[in-house]
């Protein structure tokens, strides 16, 4: 696409019909060079699949890829409708802590304030806030 100033038309028409043409074209390597990037860069859990044997990807393909990948969920779903099993059911163990042994003791431990900080400088009386529990 390289051209030299002799081969140029004189027509400022014309001229600027090249520049449009050479700016679409540089667009469009552009948004390649960009998409590349992406998958290049991406985490490699996200990187896209190649689609052919010759290591290329298919560029602005995402509605013929969306297309394909949802005739392919639709017979999936299909087959997984004919292959379907009962299976009993079960029951899980609980997960978390398991309590203490009841024949170990039990320490009650009660941190109260002097009578004297239980009342607000305004005179009105303080009340109990929360209570924590632990084994």
Known sequence: MAMDA???????????AIIAD?????????EQVRLLKALHYQAKSEKAKLR???GQFNLFDEAELAAMQ?????????SAAEELEEVAA???KKRGRR??????????????????????????ALSKIGEEVSE
């Open 90 to 92: 079960h029951v899980r």
């Open 52 to 54: 052919n044997r010759e």
């Open 70 to 78: 949802l005739e392919k969920q639709a017979e999936e779903m299909d």
């Open 99 to 124: 309590p203490i042994s009841s024949d170990l003791p039990r320490v009650d431990r009660v941190h109260d304030i002097a009578d004297e900080d239980k009342t607000c400088p305004c005179g009105c």
């Open 6 to 16: 002799s081969s140029l038309p004189d027509s400022p028409d014309a001229l600027k």
């Open 22 to 30: 050479r700016d679409s074209y540089i667009s469009q390597l552009e």
